[in-house]
C-alpha cells in the first residue's frame, strides 16, 4: 500500500509463516478454503484492509468533513474548524525499499497483492501531484464464499498509501456481497472513508491530488469523482512517489471468487508532475497466478493511460 513488507500466510494442518510463498502449481477452482475459519480465529481482534489484516485498534473511521495530519510527525484527526480529535501516535515509516505490498496466501489459493503495475517518480524535487484513474465496476463473483477483492490506483511512500477503493466483500469498513468504494489511507494507522454502495457497471474515476507541499512532505486528497461525501484529505505527510494499478484479494478458495469476467480495464491513466505529463513506464507484477491473474501494460501514455487486470 513504499509497498508495504510482504508477509506469507499459509494454512495447512497448521498455520505457519514464512518470508515468501510458492504460489505456482494451485489452480484447483473447486478446492475449499476455511474463509471463515481464517478470519474468526487467525485474525482475533484483526480487521481487514487494503494492506492484510491489521489489530482493530489501529484502523478508524473518518467522518465527512474530518481530515488526517501528520505534522511534527504524528498522524492526528482533525475536524472541519481544525480541532484535534485523536491522535494515533507517531508516523511510522519503512526503509526497507522491498517491502510495498502485502502478500501472503491462505491455501488453497494466494492471497495480498494478486497483480499490479507499479511506477516510482525518480525525483523528489518534481513530486507527483496528479493521479486519476477510470474503471468500470465489474461483474460480481460467480461464486460468494467470504472472499474479499480491491481494485484501486495508489500513491505510496516509504511507509504509507492514499487509495481510492473499489471493494466487493467485507473489510474494516463493512460490506457485504457487494460492490462497495471507499478512499483509504493505510499504513502504521489506518484510516477510511464510509461506504458507498455500486452497482456493477458503474464507471468510477479514481483521483488522487496534491494539495500543497515541498520537497519532503505535502497535503493530499483522494476522491471518487461524484461521490464527494467519501473525500479523504492527509496533510503534512511525507511526499507519494510510487503509483500502482493494483488487484487485491482475501479469503480466496475459488478462481469464481474473482469479478465473473475476463479482465477489468484501468483506462484513462494520468499522472502529473506539476503541470506537465509524467514519462510514464509501468514495471509489471504478478505475485499470485493460481487462477491465470497477470496484468498488461496496454499504453504508458499520461493522458489515456490503460492496464489491464486479468482474473
Request: include cysteine.
Amino acid at each position: 500500500m513504499s509497498k508495504y513488507i510482504i508477509s506469507c500466510l499459509l494454512l495447512s494442518i497448521t498455520i505457519f509463516s514464512a518470508c515468501k510463498k510458492d504460489q505456482t502449481g494451485t489452480t484447483a477452482d473447486n478446492a475449499v478454503a476455511p474463509a471463515n475459519k481464517v478470519q474468526t480465529q487467525d485474525h482475533k481482534d484483526q480487521v481487514l484492509t487494503p494492506m492484510g489484516w491489521v489489530h482493530k485498534s489501529k484502523v478508524h473511521h473518518i467522518e465527512t468533513g474530518e481530515y488526517i495530519s501528520g505534522e511534527g510527525n504524528r498522524l492526528r484527526r482533525y475536524d472541519r474548524t481544525g480541532k484535534v480529535l485523536e491522535d494515533y501516535g507517531p508516523v511510522e515509516q519503512i526503509t526497507d525499499n522491498n517491502a510495498k505490498k502485502p502478500g501472503g496466501g491462505v491455501l488453497p489459493l494466494g492471497s495480498g497483492w494478486i497483480t499490479y503495475t507499479g511506477w516510482t517518480n525518480p525525483t523528489s524535487t518534481n513530486p507527483i501531484t496528479y493521479f486519476s484513474t477510470s474503471w468500470v465496476v465489474p461483474p460480481a463473483p460467480a461464486t460468494a464464499s467470504g472472499q474479499t477483492i480491491f481494485l484501486f490506483n495508489g500513491l505510496q511512500n516509504s511507509g504509507n498509501i492514499l487509495q481510492p477503493v473499489l471493494q466487493w466483500g467485507p473489510s474494516a469498513a463493512g460490506g457485504g456481497n457487494y460492490w462497495t468504494i471507499a478512499n483509504w489511507y493505510v499504513g502504521g494507522a489506518t484510516v477510511f472513508s464510509s461506504l458507498i454502495r455500486v452497482n456493477p457497471g458503474t464507471n468510477l474515476q479514481g483521483i488522487m491530488s496534491r494539495i500543497s507541499g515541498n520537497n519532503s512532505t505535502s497535503s493530499y486528497t483522494s476522491v471518487f469523482t461524484g461521490y464527494p461525501s467519501i473525500n479523504l484529505t492527509v496533510n503534512n505527510i511525507a511526499n507519494l512517489y510510487w503509483a500502482a494499478e493494483s488487484l487485491e484479494a482475501y479469503s480466496v478458495s475459488t478462481c469464481s471468487n474473482y469479478p465473473n469476467t475476463a479482465k477489468t480495464r484501468m483506462g484513462g491513466i494520468e499522472i502529473r508532475r506539476g503541470a506537465a505529463q509524467a514519462p510514464l513506464s509501468w514495471g509489471v507484477s504478478n505475485p499470485v497466478t493460481d487462477c491465470g491473474q497477470h496484468s498488461t501494460v496496454v499504453s504508458n501514455g499520461s493522458p489515456n493511460g490503460i492496464v489491464d487486470i486479468y482474473y
